[in-house]
């Protein structure tokens, strides 16, 4: 059995490096039946490694992933194989005698990054559930930071969902880290926000929290008096 996972893990790198290679034999402007079948079997090979039950196989996916958002060409099968990492052991889970196998906050947060590069309605919405599920401040960092990265918040959805967020992690987990995060997704956002009053009072709060991180505070600090002075 693993000499048979060891084939087929080589198998995909084999096909993956051909299609990029493939690929890269192309000008920017052509299209052909080749391309859009290599792209058809880049996004099969993705899609196998990424719903793979192998933690190594997903970091691959992941490494596939970020050549096309950086490139700019993710395709619908590559969006919701980043959902799905996004949500491994979350949103989707697979259990062995009771026992969660795919936890892995690592390959979440990096895919929550990830999406946060692609700024669209639906990788919001992805990381919305992330942020509000996940109970790793590592992978609520990731997403938070997302979200601020993405700048859509109608009716201020997002900035609420980080808010609960922060009242949530400061009562139970006081983490800097996280804290550092949604102070910086609310500079990002402020300027999107229907009502600051509610983000205002969070920022204070980090401000006079003193489990938080000297750093984090002052951040806090510097980041309220800018939301007062625009909110007068």
């Known amino acids: 059995m693993k000499l048979l996972k060891t084939i087929a893990y080589g198998t995909c790198l084999m096909l993956l490096s051909t299609v990029a290679f493939a690929q890269n034999q192309k000008s920017s402007n052509e299209t052909s039946v080749e391309d859009i079948y290599l792209n058809s079997v880049q996004d099969v090979i993705i899609t196998e490694l990424a719903n793979s039950q192998d933690y190594d196989n997903k970091l691959v ?11 700019g060409k993710v395709s619908e099968e590559q969006r919701v194989a980043l959902k799905n990492l996004a949500g491994e052991g979350i949103t989707t889970r697979v259990r062995q005698n009771g026992r969660l196998m795919n936890n892995f906050p690592d390959i979440r947060a990096k895919a929550c990054d990830l999406l946060g590069e692609l700024k669209t309605e639906e990788s919001k919405n992805a990381l919305l559930t992330i942020v509000t599920d996940d109970a790793e401040p590592m992978v609520v960092s990731a997403a938070v930071r997302s979200l601020g ?3 859509i918040n109608k009716n201020d959805e997002v900035l609420n969902t980080i808010e609960f967020i922060q009242h949530k992690y400061a009562a139970l987990n006081p983490t800097s880290s ?11 956002l402020a300027p999107t926000a229907q009502d600051k009053k509610p983000m205002i009072e969070s920022v204070a709060e980090i401000a006079s929290n003193y489990k938080f991180a000297t750093p984090v505070r002052l951040k806090a600090l510097n980041l309220l008096k800018t939301l007062q002075s625009e909110n007068n």
């Open 178 to 188: 996280l804290a550092y995060e949604i102070l910086d997704a609310y500079e990002k």
């Open 61 to 71: 996916a992941l490494q596939y992933l970020e050549d096309s958002v950086k490139s």
């Open 149 to 151: 990265n993405i700048g």
